[in-house]
């Protein structure tokens, strides 16, 4: 293995501050060490990544761009486990999930390389006469911003359409989790991909981040992490008139209705919230479940729940492993504390099963009121509230008083009602008697401060290209 980490620039390592240890989460122990990059970093990395999109990447024929994106697939599926147990180590996933998100990155890489022959522009009949058509061109150079709970999927969302327009991307990785974004750079380099044209920036995004966003030859941002990033990110990049798309922040509605299945769904919906041990932007953490059937649905919810197996992320039948860190635990427990300060009733979990790791049982909550912070805010821990609803246009406007809407689930045998309240929720993605709300060839993002754009699906090509439209007289 690689230690120490370093940055990768214009397909070498680079950079020379100080290593910093990288914590395992499962072990607080030190399992290898990083060096970050610094504003030199950003430096050449951008200027590299800028010289070879001039220099080639862009102008690439795009059969040869499609061959060289289905190269770095085939690499990322040979490295599937290595890439697995890096994630695993470095923040904490249940070894199962680490394998599948390997498997996706790599289906990321397929899809988009599929997708370059397929960036289609229109002839549009102009009413002077003559010829007009459109092309959808690059940007130029892309920085892409990522968080640490799918580090290495979501880098993909970003770097594989934003590759497949033709741009250049610098990738900078969140500080837990750099080790999988450092050997997808490695990897792709391995594969043919010419160099500078992905470079990875591990480093602090409050250090390095601005003098990325900021830098003159950068002309997109493509973030994803929290609201407030996000909108400080935005921000930045008006000065210069940048691009940005932004995946943000969640507090998803699990909708149940009398009519449904209900034990299906009590069964199903712990892993749609613990699951990532909750550090995830989709988590279903707002059941609302209509009266009639609500002590049903809660029993056979904390059943569910006090089955769930938390443990060691690299046992093999682990379901959710630790949070990724001391400080992300004492979030979740902060807000249990001030739930059970109010008079609310913790249901099951909410302790620490084990001395070591950052481990905290799945918290179930009911008896919460709609203005608690426990029901507004997102947590992205491992805590969930249920409260009852007793009719259809009372839920939905409690469900829309939310400032985030990015995913939904929604339970029920009415195809009508279905349809009717999957209009009327104002969320990116709804899920109907399900709670999948990512699918590589759909469009995911969210409404309101949930973000802005999609990740995924052909739609995300829109984030990484300009429209020229041409007219040829006649
Ligand atoms: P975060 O603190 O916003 O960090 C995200 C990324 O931004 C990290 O790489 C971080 O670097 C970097 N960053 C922090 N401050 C920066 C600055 N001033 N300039 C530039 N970059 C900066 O979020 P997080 O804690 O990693 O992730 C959790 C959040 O992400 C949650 O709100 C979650 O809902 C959201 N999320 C959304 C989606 C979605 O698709 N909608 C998916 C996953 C997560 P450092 O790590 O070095 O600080």
């Not at 480093?203 to 407030?228: C, N, W, Y």
């Not at 969320?427 to 109907?432: A, L, T, Y």
């Amino acid at each position: 293995m690689n230690s120490p980490w370093r940055p990768w620039i214009d397909g070498k390592e680079a950079g020379s501050s100080t290593p910093r240890a990288l914590i395992n989460p499962a072990t607080e122990s030190p399992c290898t060490d990083v060096v970050p990059a610094g504003t030199a970093e950003v430096e050449a990395a951008v200027t590299g990544a800028h010289r070879a999109f001039r220099g080639g990447w862009r102008d690439l024929a795009p059969g040869k761009r499609a061959g060289i994106l289905r190269a770095v697939a085939a690499k990322l599926r040979e490295h599937e486990e290595e890439l697995a147990k890096l994630e695993t180590m470095q923040m904490g996933k249940a070894i199962a999930d680490s394998r599948d998100e390997a498997g996706g990155a790599a289906g990321v890489f397929e899809y988009y390389a599929g997708a370059v022959t397929r960036l289609y522009g229109a002839t549009i009949p102009v009413s002077r006469g003559g010829f007009d058509y459109t092309l959808r061109q690059p940007m130029g150079v892309v920085a892409a911003i990522v968080p640490w709970n799918f580090p290495l999927l979501i880098a993909c969302w970003k770097v594989g359409p934003a590759l497949a327009a033709g741009n250049a991307v610098v990738l900078k990785p969140a500080s837990f989790s750099p080790l999988t974004a450092i050997l997808l750079g490695q990897l792709a380099s391995e594969a043919g991909l010419p160099d500078g044209v992905l470079q990875v920036l591990p480093g602090p995004g409050g250090s390095i981040g601005d003098a990325l966003v900021g830098h003159p030859l950068v002309r997109k941002i493509a973030f994803t992490g929290s609201t407030e990033v996000g909108s400080h990110l935005m921000e930045l990049a008006a000065k210069g008139i940048k691009r940005v798309s932004l995946e943000l922040g969640g507090k998803s509605p699990n909708i149940v209705f009398a009519d449904a299945d209900v034990d299906q769904a009590a069964a199903s919906s712990p892993m749609s919230v613990f699951a990532n041990t909750g550090q995830d932007c989709c988590a279903r953490s707002r059941i609302f479940v209509e009266r009639k059937v609500f002590d049903r649905f809660v029993a056979g919810f904390v059943a569910a729940t006090k089955a769930l197996r938390i443990g060691d992320p690299l046992d093999e039948a682990t379901q959710a492993g630790p949070l990724v860190s001391a400080n992300q635990r004492e979030i979740s427990e902060a807000f249990l504390k001030e739930a059970r300060g109010l008079g609310r009733t913790v249901l099951a979990g909410g302790d620490r099963p084990r001395p070591k790791g950052f481990y905290l049982n799945p918290a179930v909550v009911t008896g919460v009121e709609p203005a608690d912070r426990i029901w507004r805010e997102e947590i992205f821990g491992p805590v969930v509230c249920i409260r009852p609803f007793d009719g259809e246009d009372a839920m939905l406007e409690e469900v829309n008083a939310s400032p985030y809407g990015l995913s939904a689930s929604l339970w029920t045998n009415d195809l009508k009602r279905a349809i009717r309240v999957s209009n009327r929720i104002e969320s990116g993605v709804i899920s109907v008697n399900c709670h999948n709300s990512v699918h590589l060839d759909a469009p995911f993002g969210g409404f309101k401060t949930s973000g802005l754009g999609r990740d995924l699906g052909m739609e995300a090509l829109a984030n990484y290209t300009e429209v020229k439209n041409v007219y040829v007289a006649p």
